[in-house]
């Protein structure tokens, strides 16, 4: 009818629209892209763990200002499948990690082994096949945050250090509070934990439940496929269009 057709002539129109106008720039813009675009100085900070992984670490403190010694460190650890960059992606009045530095802080953004910017071990090149990916967010706790919190003490001299976990960055702060790990109590000031988990046993997440009785995990193990949703480049581009809409 009548009523349909401008309707779907009027969705047509706003589609095009956002086809002509292009994906914002910081669609493409890597963490340090993104800060230093702001007016944020940024450090790049590269930690091996005692088992071998190389994690990058970004830095940055207030806008429109250089690196100044003396201000209160805090880390921040990204959740699942996430980065550093979940800090800072928001509009800049409402990112976490942004309205942080602007308060006055030190700000250390960790990267889990594993991530898009954590992707490196002291034994050389990987790939999506080899051992490098026989880890969990166990391997996080155990070894990730407290050579990170040792890192940070010493780039920084400060004997505490905040920490501020999201999802699995507090499951990570859990587990190594509850085995008291020495290098964890040793720096850690405050913990503050925002979407906190400790147990998954009632979960009603259907996507997760269906992959966890889908049979899907196995045939994983199976085609040795470790970076299983990884996307290629190609299923970037096309994720790109799709959230821009």
Not at 8 to 25: E, K, N, Q, W
Not at 136 to 161: C, H, R, V
Request: charged fraction near 15%.
């Amino acid at each position: 009818n009548m009523k349909s057709s401008y309707i779907f002539i009027a969705l047509s129109a706003l589609l095009l629209s956002l086809a002509t106008a292009g994906i914002p720039p910081i669609a493409n813009q890597d963490f340090a892209e993104i800060v230093t675009s702001l007016s944020y100085p940024c450090e790049a900070h590269y930690v091996t763990t005692k088992d071998g992984y190389i994690n990058t670490f970004y830095r940055i403190q207030a806008k429109n200002t250089q690196f100044t010694a003396g201000l209160q460190p805090i880390y921040l650890q990204h959740g699942l499948l996430g980065s550093s960059d979940d800090f800072i992606i928001n509009d800049e009045e409402l990112a976490p990690g942004l309205l942080i530095a602007n308060a006055g802080y030190d700000v250390w953004f960790g990267n889990s082994r594993g991530n898009k910017y954590s992707q490196a071990h002291v034994n050389g090149s990987i790939n999506p096949n080899s051992s490098y990916w026989d880890f969990s967010w166990q391997d996080m706790s155990l070894y990730d945050l407290p050579a990170g919190l040792e890192y940070i003490y010493n780039s920084t001299n400060f004997k505490k250090i905040h920490y501020l976990g999201h999802s699995q960055g507090t499951i990570q702060m859990f587990a190594a509070l509850c085995r008291r790990d020495p290098t964890v109590l040793k720096y850690l000031g405050q913990f503050h934990a925002a979407g906190p988990v400790a147990y998954v046993n009632n979960q009603d997440s259907v996507g997760i439940t269906l992959l966890a009785k889908s049979g899907l995990l196995p045939f994983e193990e199976w085609i040795n496929a470790k970076t299983f949703g990884f996307p290629t480049q190609e299923q970037k581009n096309l994720l790109e269009n799709i959230c821009f809409y």
